[in-house]
């Protein structure tokens, strides 16, 4: 059993104190790189970085291996300061063979170490990269400080005792990468060794060579002369208390979970699998003792229509997909709507139209979760700001779904379902109830009017099972007070403009915006996963004297109470969008002002740089 | 003051609504025929629902003093999917159409079936579509002219029976509108099948379809165009004077003069295998009497249960949630 103080000795060269850095592991999909990108995560927040990360991987779950298009990557960015975005330019980028450094080299700083796996660049690798010359030789690299390791001869040379076939000792080689890369970062590998127990606690030799290869790996560290030190990043100053990393989706499952505790409900999931939201329905799975229940139905459409079920029975129910899945749900959360049924239907948004880029970011279903269904039919949307921010997003959704008897919408995107950041663990105990009740008796004499609506115009939510309340509701138009079907045409108009306005007043209810940085000049208006890039632009504008605010919005509907009269403040307002201007658009529409778009539309989220260049185009 | 709970008569589950559909309308008798199976079951208003898509049959829930929902075109299996695996104890009903059950809900009619769902699915079959006024349905035979298919319709039918059990359904039974006391019975036994239980049943729109199920309610045909089938009996219709029996793997039609009764079908509806079913299911008027009554009856723990029941060991397993708990799991780091 190798423990973590005798086996890996502190470094005897020097050490560099540095205020944060940002590494890319980038390699095969099946080199196991997601994976030394979490433990790298993990390690570094357990030490009291703050830490951002952005996993990017392909669609196919083996792409064609070591060509460009089977190159999977994660970057973490780890600092002794307050951070929200994984970083921009790279301060190390490790790569396993030719397809991943030609793919990522022009990310790396100038000032940047570049690492690879000197043995993966034969003729038969380059042909697969579709390179002509070798990039090691041919002056790509020049400019780098560059570091080749022969990582899969020294990892089979150090996992030789376990006996493993050749085959099985090239898996362990990114356990040799880890081993250097927490040498390098004088990361703690005793969390490490824990996973590998934990993880192949069935398969000890691969565990032992697992083992084997991490110590080879911080061992060649120490003894190449390649490195002169090594670099130590200090704790960041984060507020006291206890923290852990989330990743995205696991925040919203427990944000929902949350949400039916404090609100004594009992949680229904209805899903169809679908990339980048399935990790909610796997969470909420593992947690059936919370009184969850999960359905993995037979298309998006059956997944909706049982979440409708399931709260006309009572339930706290929730339906997740992505874009593709929300655009067949349509006629079902119109139902939702029309039923005022409160639920809760979550888009972990990804490149459209279409199938579109599955395992890459975007923002581009605002208009579809804002106006993509039948008749005039508008929904509370919130939209989370980061992976922890998920969890808080999750619990004001349903406080505000079950208040006004109304699906809300969460938008969530794939960089923050699959980034991972510090998250201070709330205290339980602390969280405001969310009260919900239901109706035991008539509310009308002896009628019960299952549309008579309160001051916030909800209607009351009465269930199957309590007995003199028996009503129906359907999709057929309804009359006001009794919901019987109606075709009465003011009545009509009156129950459209009612459904409005109750959305509308969930305004009152809602935080009002607040404003960032400067109160004149230029304002940035941003929403959901381009917070963090946007906030530091704002920070870095801010330092160099240039006049912008900043307002991210957590309601896209309704907006803000206040955001109008924020907006006359400033003379140009600029919103970036990983889309073609949609949120840009409403706003122009809806305040009639000249809304500039930064919009990118690659399938990965802004970098600072970008947002910074975009304000100073605009500002003065 | 009495102790007992007032008996329901099927007056009581009626709703204030009118009934909308055309006078002479199969559906009526369907509606009525419910109201009477509730009450004689002993059901209680509140703790039934009845759960619809959309079509003519599918106004149903409205006249229904239960709870209800008239939901969307082809999802009320999965509605119901919803309710009943959050609400066990709640009676169910989903009503449906043969093109809300096997054209736009094909689907969702497939899966409620294989989970085993305990709820009861009434597929009002009239063969045509009635409330977009007259084109023709999944089940309308080849040559069906109507607005949509002026020169008839080209696409083969489905036979709900024969989708019912290739989806593995564990009740499967037929029965006609106005064969009102059949059409009590098999909703009694629908509604005592634990599981999905799923009935057929032959319904005539006298406006767009008129007579399509004639030669199985007429007088002068029924006897040689229907067989009921019952559990455990020889296979016997036209007023005992013919059956079914078994030639190598198909059935023909045999004169109860000539042969013997033993060496008949006989019924089974609680077989293992789905065989038997599946060929009565294939048995078509003139060639064959239709069966009614109960095809397949067999014993499956249901969706509802089950789910319910993962629930309940996990509870026992871990203990109720605690967040606490869910929280601090994993690795944490305290920051002071
Ligand atoms: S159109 Fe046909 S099925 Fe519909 S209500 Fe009229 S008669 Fe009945």
Redesign the interface.
Known sequence: MISATDQFPPTSKPSESVSGVTVRLAGDSGDGMQLLGTQLT?TS????NDVATFPDFPAEIRAPRGTRAGVSGFQVQFSAEEIFTPGDGLDALVCMNPAALITNLGDLKKTGILIVNSDSFEAKDLKLAKLDENPLEDGTIEPYRTIKVAMTSMTRGAVEPTGLSVKLADRCKNFFAMGLVFWLYGRDVE?TLRFIDKKFSSKPEIAEANRLALKAGWHYGETTEDFASTYSVP?AE????????VMGNQALA?GL??AA?ISNK?L?L?SYPITPASDILHELSK???????T?Q???E???V???????????M?ITTSSGPGIALKG??IG?GLI?ELPMIVIDVQRGGPSTGLPTKTEQSDLMMTMYGRNGDSPLPVIAARSPSDCFDVAIEAWRVASKFMVPVIIMSDGYIANGAEPWK????SKFEKIEISHPDKPNDGDNFLPYKRDENLARPWAL?????????????EKQDGTG??SYDPDNHQHMVETRGKKVDLVAEFVDPAKVEGSSSGTLVISWGGTYGACHTAIKTCNAEGINVGHVHLRWLNPFPRNLGEIIKQYDKVLVPELNMGQLGSILRQKYLVDAKGLNKIKGKPFQVNEIVDGIKAIAK | MSTELPVLKPADFASDQDVRWCPGCGDYSILAQMKKVLAETGKTRENTVFISGIGCSSRFPYYMNTYGMHSIHGRAPAFATGLKSTRPELDVWVITGDGDALSIGGNHFMHILRRNLDVNIILFNNAIYGLTKGQYSPTSKVGTVTKSTPRGSIDHPLNPISVAIAAEASFVARSIDTNIKHLVKTMIRASEHKGTSFIEVYQNCNVFNDGTWDYAKNKATKEEATLVLEHGKPMVFAKGTKGIRLNGFMPEVVDLEKVAQDDLLFHDEKADNSQLAFLLSRMRYPEFPEPIGVFRAVERPSYDQMINQQVTDARADKGDGDLAKLFGAGDTWSVK
């Open positions: 993990n927040a357990l030490s009291g969390p704790a984060l507020s006291p208390g206890t923290y852990r990393n427990w979970i949350t505790k009992e229904f209805g947690h059936k003792n919370f009184g969850v229940r359905f139905a037979e298309d459409i059956a997944a229509c049982s979440a409708v079920g399931a709260a006309f029975g009572g339930s129910a006629e079902g139902l039923l663990i709330p205290d339980p199957p099972g309590t007995p003199e309340l028996m009503h129906r509701v359907g999709g057929l019987n079907v």
